[in-house]
């Protein structure tokens, strides 16, 4: 059901059944208790989620979750909340987290604007990442696109003067929406002239580098907080 009442706003995902494999279940079991944070109608304290005081920045959709385990064992001076609607990715991610001792992550498995609305305070991270949103590339689901500017200027509530959003795509005409959208909200400040170049810090992924040659291009969009 893509229409969502309660909400009074239309999803930007279809929450689809997926199978776990038998690793993936085995790390829901193992890592889940520790590592998988229950969605609660209720602010979340991040530092005790954490069991530190550090920059939390939140990734929303992370999908099998490679990037993000990459990023947070780049940074390990930052805590990474990752935030997924599909099952067999949040048991790949923690999958993850078990084989290579990643102590700085941790996920929810819940539709991102009810976490963000009812468990992240004001101000509190210190940036997000929106790597490759589903991109509804048909004209009559374009609606349905993630990037938005009630999306865009709910997450800017969230993240702390000084933060960042970034953003990336490999449809050039959500690009082009990605970038109308930021540059119209009053309290983002674009980091490049237009897009910006890949930061060291995002790898590519298998389907990128198969996409870039083929040709296909990829969009970061990096902007900061007022």
């Avoid at 590592?35 to 530190?52: S, V």
């Avoid at 309290?187 to 083929?214: C, D, H, M, S, W």
Wanted: hydrophobic letters at 40%; proline letters at 6%; one cysteine or more.
């Amino acid at each position: 059901m893509l229409y969502d009442p309660t909400e009074h706003r239309i999803r930007s995902f279809v929450t689809r059944a997926g199978r776990l494999s038998t690793a993936q279940a085995r790390a829901f079991d193992e890592h889940g208790p520790k590592f998988l944070i229950e969605y609660k109608k209720e602010p979340l304290d991040l530092a005790r989620a954490f069991g530190r005081d550090a920059p939390v920045v939140l990734e929303i959709g992370f999908g099998m979750g490679n990037t993000t385990a990459h990023i947070a064992k780049l940074m390990p001076e930052k805590d990474f909340l990752g935030v997924e609607v599909h099952t067999p990715g949040v048991g790949s991610l923690l999958k993850q987290i078990g084989e290579q001792d990643i102590a700085n992550l941790r996920l929810v498995q819940h539709d991102v604007f009810e976490v963000l609305n009812h468990m992240i305070l004001d101000g509190a991270l210190h940036g997000v990442h929106v790597f490759f949103p589903d991109p509804w590339h048909k004209a009559r689901h374009n609606k349905r696109r993630l990037i938005q500017p009630a999306f865009v200027k709910l997450l800017c509530q969230k993240i702390a003067p000084g933060g960042y959003l970034h953003l990336a795509t490999d449809w050039e005409d959500y690009a082009v929406q990605m970038l109308e959208v930021l540059s119209a909200e009053p309290e983002l400040v674009n980091t490049a002239e237009g897009y910006a170049p890949q930061p060291e810090y995002r790898p590519l992924t298998k389907f990128e580098n198969r996409g870039i040659k083929l040709g296909h291009g990829v969009w970061d969009l990096v902007f900061t907080r007022k």
